[in-house]
Protein backbone atom coordinates (compact mmCIF):
# COMPACT_ATOMS: atom_id res chain seq x y z
CA UNK A 1 0.00 0.00 0.00
CA UNK A 2 0.98 3.60 -0.55
CA UNK A 3 4.22 4.64 1.17
CA UNK A 4 5.40 8.03 2.86
CA UNK A 5 9.17 9.42 3.73
CA UNK A 6 9.89 12.80 4.19
CA UNK A 7 13.04 14.55 5.46
CA UNK A 8 14.90 17.36 6.99
CA UNK A 9 17.97 17.95 8.40
CA UNK A 10 21.42 18.85 6.70
CA UNK A 11 22.38 16.38 4.08
CA UNK A 12 21.49 15.99 0.58
CA UNK A 13 17.78 15.02 1.27
CA UNK A 14 17.07 13.19 -2.41
CA UNK A 15 19.38 9.69 -1.76
CA UNK A 16 17.44 9.30 1.54
CA UNK A 17 14.71 9.48 0.03
CA UNK A 18 14.94 7.52 -2.41
CA UNK A 19 16.59 4.51 -0.27
CA UNK A 20 13.86 5.19 2.25
CA UNK A 21 11.11 4.50 -0.63
CA UNK A 22 13.75 0.86 -1.36
CA UNK A 23 12.39 0.06 1.81
CA UNK A 24 8.82 0.86 1.46
CA UNK A 25 9.10 -1.28 -1.98
CA UNK A 26 7.91 -4.04 -0.04
CA UNK A 27 4.47 -2.96 0.82
CA UNK A 28 3.25 -2.82 -3.19
CA UNK A 29 2.99 0.31 -5.28
CA UNK A 30 2.99 1.23 -9.17
CA UNK A 31 4.44 4.39 -9.26
CA UNK A 32 6.57 7.07 -6.94
CA UNK A 33 8.14 10.48 -6.77
CA UNK A 34 9.89 12.80 -4.52
CA UNK A 35 9.37 16.70 -3.89
CA UNK A 36 12.72 18.38 -2.92
CA UNK A 37 12.70 21.67 -1.49
CA UNK A 38 15.37 23.70 -2.72
CA UNK A 39 15.94 27.97 -3.19
CA UNK A 40 12.26 29.04 -2.19
CA UNK A 41 11.13 26.30 -4.44
CA UNK A 42 9.87 22.76 -4.45
CA UNK A 43 10.86 20.59 -7.48
CA UNK A 44 8.96 17.08 -7.63
CA UNK A 45 10.07 13.82 -10.06
CA UNK A 46 7.13 11.28 -10.77
CA UNK A 47 7.13 8.29 -12.57
CA UNK A 48 4.94 5.83 -12.99
CA UNK A 49 6.22 1.47 -12.70
CA UNK A 50 8.98 1.07 -10.46
CA UNK A 51 10.72 2.99 -8.43
CA UNK A 52 14.05 2.05 -10.98
CA UNK A 53 11.86 4.30 -13.77
CA UNK A 54 12.17 7.38 -11.14
CA UNK A 55 15.82 6.89 -10.37
CA UNK A 56 16.25 7.04 -14.50
CA UNK A 57 14.55 10.53 -14.28
CA UNK A 58 16.20 11.95 -11.73
CA UNK A 59 19.01 14.52 -12.91
CA UNK A 60 22.41 13.60 -11.95
CA UNK A 61 22.56 16.58 -8.94
CA UNK A 62 19.10 16.78 -7.07
CA UNK A 63 19.60 19.72 -4.87
CA UNK A 64 17.84 19.89 -1.40
CA UNK A 65 18.34 19.39 2.07
CA UNK A 66 14.46 18.84 2.60
CA UNK A 67 11.98 16.79 1.31
CA UNK A 68 9.65 13.89 1.06
CA UNK A 69 8.63 11.15 -1.11
CA UNK A 70 5.78 8.28 -2.09
CA UNK A 71 4.99 5.33 -3.44
CA UNK A 72 1.79 5.03 -5.11
CA UNK A 73 -1.05 2.43 -5.23
CA UNK A 74 -2.88 3.15 -7.59
CA UNK A 75 -6.99 3.68 -6.45
CA UNK A 76 -8.57 6.86 -7.69
CA UNK A 77 -6.94 6.92 -11.47
CA UNK A 78 -4.45 4.79 -13.43
CA UNK A 79 -0.63 4.50 -12.11
CA UNK A 80 0.79 7.39 -14.47
CA UNK A 81 3.51 9.84 -14.24
CA UNK A 82 0.54 12.59 -13.43
CA UNK A 83 -0.99 10.79 -10.53
CA UNK A 84 1.68 9.87 -8.89
CA UNK A 85 2.56 11.70 -5.86
CA UNK A 86 3.83 14.48 -4.68
CA UNK A 87 1.04 16.70 -5.65
CA UNK A 88 1.70 20.75 -6.45
CA UNK A 89 -0.76 23.19 -5.91
CA UNK A 90 -1.34 25.53 -9.13
CA UNK A 91 1.27 27.77 -7.80
CA UNK A 92 3.74 25.17 -7.33
CA UNK A 93 4.16 26.66 -3.46
CA UNK A 94 2.32 23.51 -1.99
CA UNK A 95 3.76 20.32 -2.36
CA UNK A 96 1.43 17.08 -0.45
CA UNK A 97 1.70 13.35 -0.77
CA UNK A 98 -1.31 11.58 0.50
CA UNK A 99 -1.79 7.75 1.99
CA UNK A 100 -5.45 6.69 2.36
CA UNK A 101 -8.43 8.08 0.38
CA UNK A 102 -10.85 11.63 0.31
CA UNK A 103 -14.07 10.61 0.50
CA UNK A 104 -15.72 14.13 -0.64
CA UNK A 105 -12.66 14.90 -2.84
CA UNK A 106 -15.24 15.72 -5.88
CA UNK A 107 -17.29 17.89 -4.00
CA UNK A 108 -14.07 19.59 -3.17
CA UNK A 109 -12.66 19.50 -6.35
CA UNK A 110 -16.00 21.46 -8.13
CA UNK A 111 -15.87 23.77 -5.67
CA UNK A 112 -11.99 24.30 -6.24
CA UNK A 113 -12.48 24.26 -10.21
CA UNK A 114 -15.24 27.11 -9.68
CA UNK A 115 -12.73 29.12 -8.55
CA UNK A 116 -10.82 28.47 -11.40
CA UNK A 117 -8.01 26.01 -10.16
CA UNK A 118 -6.99 23.43 -12.62
CA UNK A 119 -6.09 19.86 -11.73
CA UNK A 120 -3.42 18.01 -13.44
CA UNK A 121 -4.10 14.49 -12.39
CA UNK A 122 -7.53 12.13 -11.32
CA UNK A 123 -6.26 11.40 -7.84
CA UNK A 124 -8.75 12.16 -4.80
CA UNK A 125 -5.25 13.07 -3.35
CA UNK A 126 -4.70 16.23 -5.43
CA UNK A 127 -7.22 18.73 -3.62
CA UNK A 128 -5.27 18.37 -0.51
CA UNK A 129 -2.54 20.50 -2.36
CA UNK A 130 -5.08 23.16 -3.45
CA UNK A 131 -7.19 23.54 -0.60
CA UNK A 132 -4.35 23.85 1.59
CA UNK A 133 -3.44 26.96 -1.01
CA UNK A 134 -6.23 28.44 -1.08
CA UNK A 135 -6.67 28.69 3.09
CA UNK A 136 -3.62 31.22 3.90
CA UNK A 137 -3.10 31.34 7.51
CA UNK A 138 -0.31 32.44 9.56
CA UNK A 139 1.65 29.47 9.43
CA UNK A 140 1.74 26.42 7.26
CA UNK A 141 0.47 24.54 10.42
CA UNK A 142 -2.88 26.45 10.71
CA UNK A 143 -3.34 25.83 6.83
CA UNK A 144 -3.36 22.31 6.86
CA UNK A 145 -5.76 22.48 10.08
CA UNK A 146 -8.21 24.88 8.48
CA UNK A 147 -8.14 22.77 5.00
CA UNK A 148 -8.25 19.41 6.63
CA UNK A 149 -11.86 20.45 9.13
CA UNK A 150 -12.70 20.58 5.45
CA UNK A 151 -11.67 17.45 4.38
CA UNK A 152 -13.87 14.06 5.08
CA UNK A 153 -12.23 10.38 4.67
CA UNK A 154 -8.67 9.13 5.88
CA UNK A 155 -5.51 10.52 5.11
CA UNK A 156 -1.18 10.15 6.32
CA UNK A 157 -0.85 13.58 4.61
CA UNK A 158 2.65 15.60 4.56
CA UNK A 159 2.85 18.89 3.29
CA UNK A 160 5.47 21.29 2.10
CA UNK A 161 5.31 24.68 1.02
CA UNK A 162 7.86 26.82 -1.09
CA UNK A 163 8.28 29.87 1.17
CA UNK A 164 8.73 27.88 4.14
CA UNK A 165 12.61 25.86 3.96
CA UNK A 166 13.11 23.35 6.36
CA UNK A 167 9.33 22.83 7.67
CA UNK A 168 7.50 19.74 7.09
CA UNK A 169 3.45 19.65 8.48
CA UNK A 170 2.10 16.10 8.43
CA UNK A 171 -1.56 15.13 9.72
CA UNK A 172 -3.25 11.55 10.44
CA UNK A 173 -6.12 9.92 9.86
CA UNK A 174 -7.21 6.91 9.65
CA UNK A 175 -3.34 5.99 7.95
CA UNK A 176 -0.50 5.87 10.32
CA UNK A 177 1.88 8.55 10.25
CA UNK A 178 5.50 7.89 12.22
CA UNK A 179 8.17 11.02 13.39
CA UNK A 180 11.72 9.78 13.42
CA UNK A 181 13.78 11.83 15.65
CA UNK A 182 17.75 12.38 14.66
CA UNK A 183 20.62 14.25 15.29
CA UNK A 184 19.81 17.16 14.24
CA UNK A 185 17.43 15.86 11.62
CA UNK A 186 14.09 15.05 11.09
CA UNK A 187 11.64 12.34 9.53
CA UNK A 188 7.94 11.41 8.95
CA UNK A 189 6.89 8.09 7.77
CA UNK A 190 3.98 5.47 7.31
CA UNK A 191 6.37 2.93 8.32
CA UNK A 192 9.33 2.69 10.77
CA UNK A 193 11.33 0.43 8.17
CA UNK A 194 11.74 3.11 6.06
CA UNK A 195 14.09 5.08 8.26
CA UNK A 196 15.48 2.90 10.41
CA UNK A 197 18.80 3.27 9.04
CA UNK A 198 18.83 6.49 10.45
CA UNK A 199 17.31 6.83 13.83
CA UNK A 200 15.40 4.07 16.20
CA UNK A 201 13.75 7.05 18.51
CA UNK A 202 9.83 7.42 17.43
CA UNK A 203 6.90 9.00 18.15
CA UNK A 204 3.81 7.57 16.47
CA UNK A 205 0.80 10.25 15.78
CA UNK A 206 -2.74 9.66 16.87
CA UNK A 207 -5.78 9.65 14.61
CA UNK A 208 -7.04 13.57 14.50
CA UNK A 209 -3.38 14.89 15.16
CA UNK A 210 -0.79 16.75 13.62
CA UNK A 211 2.85 17.82 13.79
CA UNK A 212 4.82 20.12 12.02
CA UNK A 213 9.06 20.33 12.50
CA UNK A 214 12.31 21.66 11.33
CA UNK A 215 15.47 19.62 11.36
CA UNK A 216 16.08 20.49 15.48
CA UNK A 217 12.35 19.78 16.76
CA UNK A 218 8.70 18.77 16.21
CA UNK A 219 5.19 19.70 18.08
CA UNK A 220 2.64 17.46 18.24
CA UNK A 221 -1.39 19.02 18.26
CA UNK A 222 -4.64 18.08 17.63
CA UNK A 223 -7.59 18.96 14.93
CA UNK A 224 -9.23 21.49 17.48
CA UNK A 225 -5.93 23.36 17.56
CA UNK A 226 -4.69 21.91 21.52
CA UNK A 227 -1.31 20.92 22.30
CA UNK A 228 -0.26 16.83 22.44
CA UNK A 229 2.35 15.24 23.87
CA UNK A 230 4.07 11.94 23.48
CA UNK A 231 6.82 9.98 24.83
CA UNK A 232 8.93 8.53 21.95
CA UNK A 233 9.76 4.93 21.69
CA UNK A 234 12.62 3.21 20.80
CA UNK A 235 12.41 0.25 17.72
CA UNK A 236 14.58 -2.59 18.33
CA UNK A 237 14.46 -4.79 15.55
CA UNK A 238 17.37 -5.14 13.40
CA UNK A 239 17.61 -3.17 10.20
CA UNK A 240 19.64 -5.77 8.70
CA UNK A 241 17.06 -8.18 8.96
CA UNK A 242 15.70 -6.09 5.94
CA UNK A 243 17.97 -6.97 3.47
CA UNK A 244 17.78 -10.32 1.79
CA UNK A 245 21.24 -11.99 2.78
CA UNK A 246 22.22 -13.66 -0.11
CA UNK A 247 18.62 -15.15 -0.10
CA UNK A 248 17.25 -14.83 -3.66
CA UNK A 249 13.81 -13.87 -2.84
CA UNK A 250 12.65 -12.20 0.66
CA UNK A 251 9.68 -14.89 0.61
CA UNK A 252 12.36 -17.52 0.88
CA UNK A 253 14.63 -16.20 3.59
CA UNK A 254 11.34 -15.31 5.65
CA UNK A 255 10.02 -19.21 4.97
CA UNK A 256 13.63 -20.24 6.20
CA UNK A 257 13.87 -17.80 9.15
CA UNK A 258 11.00 -19.18 10.59
CA UNK A 259 12.89 -21.55 13.15
CA UNK A 260 14.27 -18.13 14.56
CA UNK A 261 11.11 -16.36 14.45
CA UNK A 262 8.82 -18.97 16.07
CA UNK A 263 11.92 -19.34 18.91
CA UNK A 264 11.30 -15.44 19.39
CA UNK A 265 7.30 -16.03 19.01
CA UNK A 266 7.83 -18.63 22.64
CA UNK A 267 11.01 -16.52 24.23
CA UNK A 268 10.55 -16.12 27.87
CA UNK A 269 6.99 -16.97 27.63
CA UNK A 270 6.99 -21.23 28.51
CA UNK A 271 6.72 -21.87 32.16
CA UNK A 272 8.12 -25.48 33.04
CA UNK A 273 7.15 -24.77 37.00
CA UNK A 274 3.86 -24.42 36.56
CA UNK A 275 3.40 -26.39 32.90
CA UNK A 276 1.99 -23.42 31.34
CA UNK A 277 2.70 -20.74 29.03
CA UNK A 278 2.76 -17.06 30.26
CA UNK A 279 1.48 -13.75 28.29
CA UNK A 280 2.51 -10.78 29.58
CA UNK A 281 0.86 -8.12 28.00
CA UNK A 282 -2.90 -9.59 27.94
CA UNK A 283 -3.65 -7.15 30.67
CA UNK A 284 -6.49 -9.49 32.41
CA UNK A 285 -6.00 -11.24 35.84
CA UNK A 286 -6.44 -15.03 35.82
CA UNK A 287 -9.76 -14.06 37.69
CA UNK A 288 -10.29 -12.54 34.52
CA UNK A 289 -9.61 -15.31 32.01
CA UNK A 290 -11.39 -17.30 34.19
CA UNK A 291 -14.54 -15.66 33.73
CA UNK A 292 -14.41 -15.47 29.88
CA UNK A 293 -16.79 -17.79 28.22
CA UNK A 294 -16.39 -17.69 24.36
CA UNK A 295 -13.75 -16.43 22.28
CA UNK A 296 -14.22 -14.59 19.11
CA UNK A 297 -11.32 -14.20 16.94
CA UNK A 298 -11.24 -11.99 13.95
CA UNK A 299 -8.54 -11.44 11.60
CA UNK A 300 -8.31 -10.42 7.13
CA UNK A 301 -6.77 -12.92 4.78
CA UNK A 302 -3.59 -15.21 6.15
CA UNK A 303 -4.25 -13.86 9.47
CA UNK A 304 -7.97 -14.84 9.55
CA UNK A 305 -6.54 -18.47 8.24
CA UNK A 306 -4.44 -18.01 11.44
CA UNK A 307 -7.27 -16.99 13.66
CA UNK A 308 -9.57 -19.98 12.73
CA UNK A 309 -6.24 -22.58 13.56
CA UNK A 310 -6.53 -20.17 17.21
CA UNK A 311 -10.22 -20.63 17.69
CA UNK A 312 -9.42 -24.77 16.97
CA UNK A 313 -6.65 -25.02 19.25
CA UNK A 314 -8.21 -22.81 22.47
CA UNK A 315 -11.14 -24.83 22.35
CA UNK A 316 -9.88 -28.31 22.19
CA UNK A 317 -7.47 -27.08 25.11
CA UNK A 318 -9.13 -24.67 27.33
CA UNK A 319 -12.94 -25.88 26.08
CA UNK A 320 -14.10 -22.96 25.58
CA UNK A 321 -16.45 -22.36 22.70
CA UNK A 322 -14.10 -20.39 19.69
CA UNK A 323 -15.08 -19.25 16.40
CA UNK A 324 -12.90 -16.90 13.65
CA UNK A 325 -13.99 -14.87 11.87
CA UNK A 326 -13.35 -12.21 8.74
CA UNK A 327 -12.85 -9.10 10.34
CA UNK A 328 -14.47 -7.07 7.75
CA UNK A 329 -17.73 -9.26 7.68
CA UNK A 330 -18.06 -8.92 11.43
CA UNK A 331 -18.07 -5.41 11.47
CA UNK A 332 -20.48 -4.93 8.41
CA UNK A 333 -23.13 -7.20 10.43
CA UNK A 334 -24.11 -5.13 13.47
CA UNK A 335 -22.33 -8.03 15.79
CA UNK A 336 -23.79 -8.75 19.23
CA UNK A 337 -20.67 -7.81 22.08
CA UNK A 338 -21.24 -9.89 24.89
CA UNK A 339 -19.35 -9.05 28.05
CA UNK A 340 -18.13 -12.35 29.02
CA UNK A 341 -16.54 -13.12 25.32
CA UNK A 342 -13.11 -12.19 24.88
CA UNK A 343 -12.27 -11.03 21.59
CA UNK A 344 -9.00 -11.02 19.52
CA UNK A 345 -7.54 -9.75 16.93
CA UNK A 346 -4.94 -11.04 14.73
CA UNK A 347 -2.79 -9.07 12.29
CA UNK A 348 0.71 -8.56 10.89
CA UNK A 349 1.11 -5.22 10.21
CA UNK A 350 -1.63 -3.96 12.84
CA UNK A 351 -2.53 -1.22 10.62
CA UNK A 352 -5.63 -3.61 8.25
CA UNK A 353 -8.67 -1.18 8.24
CA UNK A 354 -10.96 -3.71 8.32
CA UNK A 355 -9.64 -5.50 11.16
CA UNK A 356 -8.83 -2.48 13.09
CA UNK A 357 -12.88 -0.97 12.31
CA UNK A 358 -13.72 -4.33 13.87
CA UNK A 359 -11.82 -3.07 16.78
CA UNK A 360 -13.54 -0.23 17.08
CA UNK A 361 -16.76 -1.57 16.98
CA UNK A 362 -16.16 -4.27 19.56
CA UNK A 363 -14.73 -1.34 21.50
CA UNK A 364 -17.72 1.21 21.21
CA UNK A 365 -19.64 -1.36 21.96
CA UNK A 366 -18.35 -2.25 25.68
CA UNK A 367 -16.23 -5.52 24.53
CA UNK A 368 -12.56 -6.57 25.39
CA UNK A 369 -10.21 -6.93 23.08
CA UNK A 370 -6.88 -8.38 22.53
CA UNK A 371 -4.57 -8.01 19.88
CA UNK A 372 -2.01 -10.30 18.31
CA UNK A 373 0.11 -8.14 16.26
CA UNK A 374 4.24 -8.17 14.78
CA UNK A 375 4.88 -4.24 13.99
CA UNK A 376 5.37 -2.35 17.84
CA UNK A 377 3.34 0.78 18.12
CA UNK A 378 0.85 0.19 15.49
CA UNK A 379 -2.59 1.12 15.50
CA UNK A 380 -3.85 -1.54 16.59
CA UNK A 381 -1.59 -2.59 19.09
CA UNK A 382 -2.53 0.96 20.63
CA UNK A 383 -6.31 0.87 20.47
CA UNK A 384 -6.96 -3.13 21.93
CA UNK A 385 -6.90 -3.32 25.67
CA UNK A 386 -4.14 -5.89 25.50
CA UNK A 387 -1.96 -8.39 23.50
CA UNK A 388 0.84 -10.27 22.30
CA UNK A 389 3.61 -9.17 19.78
CA UNK A 390 4.36 -11.87 17.67
CA UNK A 391 8.04 -11.11 17.50
CA UNK A 392 8.11 -12.48 14.39
CA UNK A 393 10.39 -9.38 12.91
CA UNK A 394 9.46 -7.42 10.02
CA UNK A 395 7.81 -9.16 6.98
CA UNK A 396 8.84 -7.76 3.80
CA UNK A 397 7.59 -10.25 1.36
CA UNK A 398 3.69 -9.16 0.20
CA UNK A 399 2.77 -13.13 0.94
CA UNK A 400 2.64 -13.81 4.87
CA UNK A 401 4.38 -16.85 5.91
CA UNK A 402 6.94 -16.20 8.92
CA UNK A 403 4.08 -13.74 10.28
CA UNK A 404 1.54 -16.58 10.22
CA UNK A 405 3.69 -19.41 11.99
CA UNK A 406 4.16 -16.63 15.05
CA UNK A 407 0.07 -15.86 14.91
CA UNK A 408 -0.19 -19.94 15.46
CA UNK A 409 2.51 -20.08 17.71
CA UNK A 410 1.05 -17.08 19.71
CA UNK A 411 -2.33 -18.64 19.65
CA UNK A 412 -0.76 -22.33 20.93
CA UNK A 413 0.79 -20.22 23.77
CA UNK A 414 -2.58 -18.23 24.60
CA UNK A 415 -4.52 -21.88 24.35
CA UNK A 416 -1.90 -23.87 27.05
CA UNK A 417 -2.51 -20.73 29.46
CA UNK A 418 -5.84 -20.41 28.92
CA UNK A 419 -6.25 -24.72 29.25
CA UNK A 420 -4.52 -24.63 32.19
CA UNK A 421 -6.95 -22.01 33.83
CA UNK A 422 -9.30 -24.72 32.37
CA UNK A 423 -9.10 -28.85 32.69
CA UNK A 424 -5.71 -29.18 31.47
CA UNK A 425 -3.86 -31.31 33.72
CA UNK A 426 -0.19 -30.38 35.05
CA UNK A 427 0.76 -33.60 33.34
CA UNK A 428 -0.42 -32.52 29.97
CA UNK A 429 0.46 -28.80 30.43
CA UNK A 430 4.45 -30.58 30.86
CA UNK A 431 4.11 -32.02 27.58
CA UNK A 432 2.57 -29.32 25.61
CA UNK A 433 5.56 -27.03 27.42
CA UNK A 434 7.87 -29.41 25.55
CA UNK A 435 6.26 -30.25 22.62
CA UNK A 436 6.21 -26.05 21.84
CA UNK A 437 9.80 -25.80 23.10
CA UNK A 438 10.85 -28.25 19.87
CA UNK A 439 9.05 -26.40 17.77
CA UNK A 440 11.73 -24.30 15.62
CA UNK A 441 13.28 -27.67 15.31
CA UNK A 442 10.29 -29.45 13.70
CA UNK A 443 10.10 -26.30 11.26
CA UNK A 444 14.01 -26.61 10.74
CA UNK A 445 13.22 -30.22 10.07
CA UNK A 446 10.12 -29.25 7.58
CA UNK A 447 12.12 -26.70 5.69
CA UNK A 448 14.93 -29.73 4.64
CA UNK A 449 12.23 -30.63 2.14
CA UNK A 450 13.18 -27.89 0.15
CA UNK A 451 14.23 -29.83 -2.79
CA UNK A 452 11.82 -32.48 -3.16
CA UNK A 453 9.45 -30.00 -2.96
CA UNK A 454 11.17 -27.94 -5.50
CA UNK A 455 11.37 -31.15 -7.54
CA UNK A 456 7.05 -31.59 -7.50
CA UNK A 457 6.61 -27.99 -7.89
CA UNK A 458 7.73 -27.92 -10.99
CA UNK A 459 6.04 -30.98 -12.44
CA UNK A 460 2.75 -29.90 -10.88
CA UNK A 461 3.39 -25.81 -11.55
CA UNK A 462 1.16 -26.43 -15.38
CA UNK A 463 -1.68 -27.26 -13.50
CA UNK A 464 -4.56 -24.61 -14.25
CA UNK A 465 -6.60 -25.77 -11.08
CA UNK A 466 -5.43 -27.23 -7.62
CA UNK A 467 -7.29 -28.51 -4.50
CA UNK A 468 -6.49 -28.33 -1.27
CA UNK A 469 -8.07 -31.17 1.45
CA UNK A 470 -7.83 -31.33 4.84
CA UNK A 471 -9.83 -31.96 8.37
CA UNK A 472 -10.62 -30.20 11.57
CA UNK A 473 -7.31 -28.09 12.55
CA UNK A 474 -5.60 -28.84 9.01
CA UNK A 475 -8.98 -27.33 7.30
CA UNK A 476 -7.36 -23.60 7.64
CA UNK A 477 -4.05 -25.02 6.89
CA UNK A 478 -4.99 -26.50 3.39
CA UNK A 479 -7.23 -22.63 3.18
CA UNK A 480 -4.03 -21.18 3.72
CA UNK A 481 -1.90 -23.49 1.35
CA UNK A 482 -4.37 -22.53 -1.55
CA UNK A 483 -4.04 -18.61 -0.83
CA UNK A 484 -0.66 -18.95 -0.71
CA UNK A 485 -0.53 -20.64 -4.24
CA UNK A 486 -3.23 -18.32 -5.73
CA UNK A 487 -0.92 -15.32 -4.46
CA UNK A 488 2.28 -15.65 -5.78
CA UNK A 489 1.90 -18.70 -8.80
CA UNK A 490 -1.50 -17.20 -9.83
CA UNK A 491 -2.42 -20.78 -10.27
CA UNK A 492 -6.10 -21.11 -8.99
CA UNK A 493 -6.56 -23.17 -5.90
CA UNK A 494 -9.70 -24.07 -3.81
CA UNK A 495 -9.44 -25.56 -0.73
CA UNK A 496 -12.43 -27.60 1.33
CA UNK A 497 -12.70 -29.80 4.47
CA UNK A 498 -11.90 -33.26 2.86
CA UNK A 499 -15.90 -34.37 4.30
CA UNK A 500 -17.17 -31.63 1.41
CA UNK A 501 -15.34 -33.01 -1.41
CA UNK A 502 -17.83 -35.73 -2.13
CA UNK A 503 -20.93 -32.99 -1.57
CA UNK A 504 -20.03 -31.26 -5.12
CA UNK A 505 -16.25 -30.41 -5.60
CA UNK A 506 -15.36 -33.90 -6.60
CA UNK A 507 -17.27 -33.33 -10.26
CA UNK A 508 -14.17 -31.45 -10.95
CA UNK A 509 -11.71 -33.56 -9.92
CA UNK A 510 -10.02 -35.01 -13.13
CA UNK A 511 -6.39 -36.41 -14.36
CA UNK A 512 -5.64 -32.72 -15.00
CA UNK A 513 -6.54 -31.53 -11.78
CA UNK A 514 -3.99 -32.56 -8.91
CA UNK A 515 -5.19 -32.26 -5.12
CA UNK A 516 -3.01 -31.80 -2.59
CA UNK A 517 -4.28 -33.81 0.76
CA UNK A 518 -2.83 -32.96 4.47
CA UNK A 519 -2.69 -36.06 6.01
CA UNK A 520 -1.48 -35.75 9.19
CA UNK A 521 -0.84 -38.70 11.57
CA UNK A 522 -3.94 -38.48 13.58
CA UNK A 523 -6.85 -40.23 15.02
CA UNK A 524 -8.59 -39.25 11.58
CA UNK A 525 -5.82 -40.72 9.73
CA UNK A 526 -8.28 -43.36 8.05
CA UNK A 527 -10.64 -41.03 7.29
CA UNK A 528 -8.05 -38.69 5.66
CA UNK A 529 -6.92 -41.34 3.77
CA UNK A 530 -10.43 -42.65 2.20
CA UNK A 531 -10.39 -39.00 0.60
CA UNK A 532 -7.29 -40.45 -1.62
CA UNK A 533 -9.43 -43.09 -2.22
CA UNK A 534 -12.32 -41.29 -3.64
CA UNK A 535 -9.86 -38.79 -5.71
CA UNK A 536 -7.93 -41.77 -7.11
CA UNK A 537 -11.45 -43.46 -8.16
CA UNK A 538 -11.67 -40.28 -10.15
CA UNK A 539 -8.06 -40.71 -11.56
CA UNK A 540 -7.06 -36.95 -10.17
CA UNK A 541 -3.31 -36.97 -9.59
CA UNK A 542 -2.73 -36.55 -5.41
CA UNK A 543 -0.10 -34.96 -3.67
CA UNK A 544 -0.23 -36.51 -0.08
CA UNK A 545 1.50 -33.81 2.82
CA UNK A 546 1.77 -36.39 5.48
CA UNK A 547 4.36 -36.88 8.59
CA UNK A 548 2.33 -40.96 8.68
CA UNK A 549 4.65 -44.12 7.48
CA UNK A 550 0.83 -45.91 6.24
CA UNK A 551 2.23 -47.77 2.87
CA UNK A 552 -1.47 -46.99 2.26
CA UNK A 553 -0.75 -43.24 1.48
CA UNK A 554 2.54 -44.23 -0.77
CA UNK A 555 0.15 -46.62 -2.41
CA UNK A 556 -2.50 -44.07 -3.51
CA UNK A 557 -0.53 -40.93 -3.78
CA UNK A 558 1.33 -39.88 -7.08
CA UNK A 559 4.07 -38.18 -4.76
CA UNK A 560 4.61 -37.66 -0.65
CA UNK A 561 5.68 -34.44 1.17
CA UNK A 562 7.01 -35.48 4.27
CA UNK A 563 6.35 -33.50 7.26
CA UNK A 564 8.25 -34.36 10.58
CA UNK A 565 6.79 -36.60 13.70
CA UNK A 566 5.50 -34.14 16.48
CA UNK A 567 3.19 -33.48 18.74
CA UNK A 568 -0.84 -33.32 16.96
CA UNK A 569 -0.57 -29.77 18.71
CA UNK A 570 2.00 -28.70 16.15
CA UNK A 571 0.83 -30.47 13.44
CA UNK A 572 -0.76 -27.27 11.44
CA UNK A 573 2.26 -25.39 11.98
CA UNK A 574 4.31 -27.96 10.65
CA UNK A 575 2.35 -28.82 8.02
CA UNK A 576 1.79 -25.36 7.29
CA UNK A 577 5.83 -25.01 5.73
CA UNK A 578 5.43 -27.64 3.93
CA UNK A 579 2.57 -25.73 1.71
CA UNK A 580 4.54 -22.42 1.70
CA UNK A 581 7.44 -24.33 -0.07
CA UNK A 582 5.14 -25.97 -2.64
CA UNK A 583 3.41 -22.53 -3.34
CA UNK A 584 6.97 -20.79 -3.33
CA UNK A 585 8.60 -23.42 -5.71
CA UNK A 586 5.70 -23.38 -7.97
CA UNK A 587 5.65 -19.45 -8.42
CA UNK A 588 9.55 -19.65 -9.27
CA UNK A 589 9.27 -22.20 -11.60
CA UNK A 590 6.74 -20.21 -13.17
CA UNK A 591 8.61 -16.77 -13.24
CA UNK A 592 6.63 -14.88 -11.43
CA UNK A 593 7.16 -11.90 -9.14
CA UNK A 594 7.39 -14.29 -5.84
CA UNK A 595 8.36 -10.94 -3.47
CA UNK A 596 5.76 -8.55 -4.92
CA UNK A 597 3.06 -10.33 -6.78
CA UNK A 598 0.15 -8.32 -9.27
CA UNK A 599 -2.15 -6.42 -7.40
CA UNK A 600 -1.59 -7.13 -4.01
CA UNK A 601 -0.18 -4.85 -1.08
CA UNK A 602 1.39 -5.52 2.01
CA UNK A 603 -0.64 -3.85 4.00
CA UNK A 604 -4.80 -3.08 3.29
CA UNK A 605 -5.09 0.09 5.03
CA UNK A 606 -8.00 1.00 3.26
CA UNK A 607 -11.42 -0.34 2.97
C1 LIG B 1 -1.54 -13.11 2.48
C2 LIG B 1 -1.49 -11.89 3.22
C3 LIG B 1 -2.76 -11.17 3.49
C4 LIG B 1 -2.72 -10.59 4.91
C5 LIG B 1 -3.96 -9.72 5.18
C6 LIG B 1 -3.99 -9.21 6.60
O1 LIG B 1 -0.28 -13.67 2.28
O2 LIG B 1 -0.43 -11.45 3.60
O3 LIG B 1 -3.87 -11.99 3.32
O4 LIG B 1 -2.66 -11.65 5.82
O5 LIG B 1 -3.99 -8.65 4.30
O6 LIG B 1 -2.84 -8.49 6.90
P1 LIG B 1 -2.39 -8.21 8.39
O7 LIG B 1 -1.97 -9.51 9.00
O8 LIG B 1 -1.29 -7.22 8.29
O9 LIG B 1 -3.62 -7.66 9.08
Known amino acids: MCGIIAFTGNRAAAPILIAGLRRLEYRGYDSSGIALHSRNK ?16 LPAKVAGKSGMGHTRWATHGEATDENAHPHLSTEGNIAIIHNGIIENANALRKALEASGVIFSSQTDSEVLAHLIAATPAETLLESVRQAL ?9 VVMDAERPGELVAARNGSPVIVGIGEKEMFITSDANAILSHTREVVHLDDGELVSMDQKSFQLSTLDAASATRESITITHDAGSLELEGYRHYLLKEMFEQPKSVERTLRGRLDHRFSTARLGGLNLTARELLDIR ?3 ILGCGTAYYAAMCGANCIEQLARL ?7 AEFRYRNPLIEPDTLYIVVSQSGETFDTLAAVREIRRKGGRVLGINNVVGSTIAREVDGGVYMHAGPEVSVASTKAFSSMLTSFMLLALQLGRIHDVSPQYGTVLVEALERC ?15 AMAKKYCVAKSMFYIGRTDAFPIALEGALKLKEISYIHAEAYPASELKHGPLALIDPDTPTIVLLPDNDLLDKS ?31 VIRFPACHQFLHPLVMGISLQLFAYHCAVTMGRDVDQP ?6 VTVE
Open 321 to 327: PSSAEPA
Open 529 to 559: ISSLQEIKARKGPVIAVTNSDSPEIVELSDD
Open 149 to 157: LQVQGTYGL
Open 598 to 603: RNLAKS
Open 42 to 57: IQIHRAAGKLSQLEKK
Open 294 to 296: RIK
Open 440 to 454: PEKIAEALEQDAPIA
